[in-house]
C-alpha cells in the first residue's frame, strides 16, 4: 500500500515545502498518511486490553458524547494519527500543505454531492467517509440538520436549536458539536501536539492533580460560609454552565464495525466508554485515557489511581488536537430546549407549544427517563429527559430545570389563551424566544454582578442598558465557549457548592437534609411527595449560605464525585480532575494568562505577592517546583479576590471576555438589534428589563413560596411578598 513512499520522502527531501501549494505528490503522502492512520487506529489486533465492559464495574460519567460528537471524534482521531505521521517523516513544514490537501478534499465532496463529478475512485471515497462523516447526523434519526441558507425565512426569524446561522458570516460559529476557542491561541501540549505536560519546568515529575487538591484545596470539613451569597447562586452558575459548555469525553470504537463500514449510522450507535481507572491505561487501553495517581497514604482513595477520560478530541485539521462543545455555546436554555432537534424533539408535548412533565405524584417534574443508563437509583425512582443530559447530576438540579420548564408552560398557555389560532409550533417558538431573554437578562443583570466587580461589567459592557437597543452585535466576534473557561476559570462555582443541601418548609423551618455526595446521579430526592417534593430543597437554596468562593472545596466534591452508595472511595475528586482536566485541554500555565489580563511577569514565586497572600504562595510553594508549572484552575482559585468580586483579576477576565463574547457574538441577544433578524423591539425588551426577576420565576413557578428575598442572591436581604413582584406581559410580545 505504502510502496510510492519512499518516493515522497525524496520529494520533500529535494523540495522543502515552501508556498502552500497542493500538488499531486503532496496529495499522495496526506492521502498515504490518512489511510494509515485509519488501518493503524481501528485495527482489530489493536483492541484495548480492558474497557469498560470487561471491568465489570458500571462508570458513571457527566459528559458523555452523543452521536454527532463520536463522529467528530472518528474525524479527529484519524487527523491526529496521520499529523504524527506527517510530522514523524516531514516535520511540522508538512501541516499547512497538508491542511490545503484537506480544504481541497472538502471542495471535491461538495460538488459530489451536487452531483457535479461523474466517477470517484474507491480510494478517495474511503479517504472521504474520513471528513464527511462527521457532516452526516448520527443515529436513526437526523439530529442536526446543516443549513444550506442562512438568509432563509426561518434562520431571520428563528434562533435554530443546534446555534447553526446564528452567525451569518461563519454559520458554524457557536453551534453545538464545534471547537472550542483559545483565549492565548494554541493550546499548551509537550510535545506541541496533544500529548498533556506531565513534567515540570524543572525536568522534575509535575506534581499530581490529586496531590494539588490534597495539599492546597481540601477545606478539612471546616466550611467557610459566603457573608452574605446563598446558596442558589451556585446552583444557577451550574445551569449557566450546562446551557454553554459540554465538553464530551472521548469512546471506544468498535474496530470491527468501523472497518466493516465506515457508516455514520453505526458509529452513533458505536462508541463505549472507556475504563481509565488503571495507572496503566494510558498504554493498555487507550492514548485518551489520562488517571490521576493517588499517593499511598491519601486520606480517602485506596487506589493507586483515579480514572479519568480525556476529552474527546475533535480536531478537523492537522496540527495540535483540539475539543468541542457538544451543547450549543450560546446563552440560549441548552438546558430547557436541546442542543439537536432530537434533543428538542425529546423534550417536547407537540401540543400547544408545551414542553413535556411528570405529573405523578402531584406536582410537576421532568418527564422521567426510563433509558438513562447513567442513573444510578432504580425504577421508579428514574432520573429525568431535559434539553441537557447532566440535569440529573445531582437532586438540587432539578428544581432549577422544572422551574424553567414550568414557565415555559404557563406562558404557552397565556400565549395560547390570546391566540387560539397560533400552532404548536408557532406558539412554542414564540415562548422559547421570550424564557432565553429572561434568561439573559437574569445572567446579565442578576446573577454576573454578584461575582464581579462593577469595573469589569462597565469595561467589558455586561450591563443592560436602559431604554435603548444594544448596537453592539458584532459578527467578526467569534461566540465560542474557551477553553479557558470551561476547564477552569467557570469551574470556580465548585467551591461555592456545600457539602449539604438542607431543606427548608414553606414556613422557613429546617426540613431534613441529604449530602452531595450520597446524591450524585441518584433522582430519588425528587420523587419525596410526602415533604414537599422538590420545593424545600429551592427553599434551602434560597434562603441559606453557599460555601465562600476560595480556594477550598467541600467533602463531596473533593471526594466522593460519582460515589456508588456504601462504596467509599468508588468516585473521584472534582477538584483533581479540574486540574488534570485542564492539563487534557493544554491550557497554558497560570503565569502566562496572569500576564496576559495584565499583571506584572513571574520568574519566582514572590513574585505573585501582588494578588496572593503570603500565606497562599507558600502554599504553592509547597506542592509546585517552580511558578511556572502552576495549573490555571489553581492559580485562579488562590488568587486574592478583586474588591467588590468573587474572583481574583484572572478568574474575572476570563469569565467578564467570555460574558462579552456571548452578549457582542450573539445575533439573537435579548438587547440586540440586527439587521433582517427578528430581535425583540424595544417595548419588548422594556418589558423583560422592568418585569423579569429571578425572585419572580420562582415565586410563580412553586407552590410554597409566598415571600421571597429582595435581592434573590443575597441570604440576608429582607423579604417581600411574591404578589408585590412587577410579572411579565405577555401580551407585549404578540404582534
Ligand atoms: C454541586 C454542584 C456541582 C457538581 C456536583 C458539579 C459537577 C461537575 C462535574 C462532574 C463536571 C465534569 C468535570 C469533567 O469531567 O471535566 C463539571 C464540569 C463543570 N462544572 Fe460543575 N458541578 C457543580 C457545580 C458547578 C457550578 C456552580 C459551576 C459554575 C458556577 C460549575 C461549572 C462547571 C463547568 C464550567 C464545567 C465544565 C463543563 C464541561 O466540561 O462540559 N459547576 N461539574
Known sequence: MVSFLPICLIFFAVHRISAIEVTEESERIVEDAVMRALESLYNPDNLPQNNASSAG??????????????????????????????????????????????????????????????????????????????????????????????NDRFHTTTRSITGHCNNRENPELGKSVSPLRRVLGGAFYADGLGQMRTRSVTGAELPSARLISNVLHDDRNNQVFSANINHLHMIIGQFIAHDVVFIPSSVVFNTKLILLSLIPLLLARNGGQLDCSACNSPQRVSGNCAPIRVSLNDRYFKIPCMRLTRALNGQENFGVRSQIGQNSHFLDLSTVYGSSECEMDSVRSFRDGKLKTFTGLGYTLPPQNFNDTNCQSKAPWVCFTCGDFRNSLHPALIPIHTIFIKEHNRLADLVRSRRRRMSDEEIFQLVRKILIGMWQHIVYNEYLPKYLPQRSLRNFDLQPLRNRVHLGYKPKQDPSISAEFAAAAFRFGHSQARFDFPRLNAAGRPAGNYDLGHDIFYADQNYLSGIGGWEPVMNGMVRLAGMKSDRYFSFGIRNQMFEIRGRNGSGVDLVSVNIQRGRDLGLHPYVMYRQFVGLSPVSKFNDLNTTFSKENINALRSVYSDPMDIDLYTGIMLEENMAGAQLGPTGVFLIAEQFKALKTGDRFFYESSVANTDNFNLDEMNEIRQNVTLAKLICTNMDSINRINTDIFDFRSNQVACSTLPEININTFLR
Do not use: Y
Not at 511540522?92 to 497538508?98: N, W
Not at 491542511?99 to 463529478?117: R, S, T, Y
Open 57 to 150: 464495574e458500571r462508570i458513571v460519567m457527566s459528559q458523555q458524547a452523543n452521536a454527532d460528537s463520536k463522529s467528530a471524534q472518528f474525524t479527529g482521531e484519524v487527523l491526529e494519527e496521520a499529523t504524527r505521521t506527517l510530522v514523524q517523516e516531514f516535520g511540522m513544514d508538512i501541516l499547512p500543505v497538508a491542511n490545503e490537501v484537506i480544504n481541497k478534499w472538502k471542495v471535491e465532496e461538495e460538488q459530489e454531492n451536487d452531483g457535479n463529478a461523474t466517477e470517484v475512485p474507491e480510494t478517495r471515497k474511503k479517504r472521504q467517509a474520513v471528513f464527511r462523516i462527521k457532516r452526516q447526523s448520527g443515529g436513526s434519526k437526523k439530529c442536526t440538520t446543516h443549513p444550506s441558507n442562512c
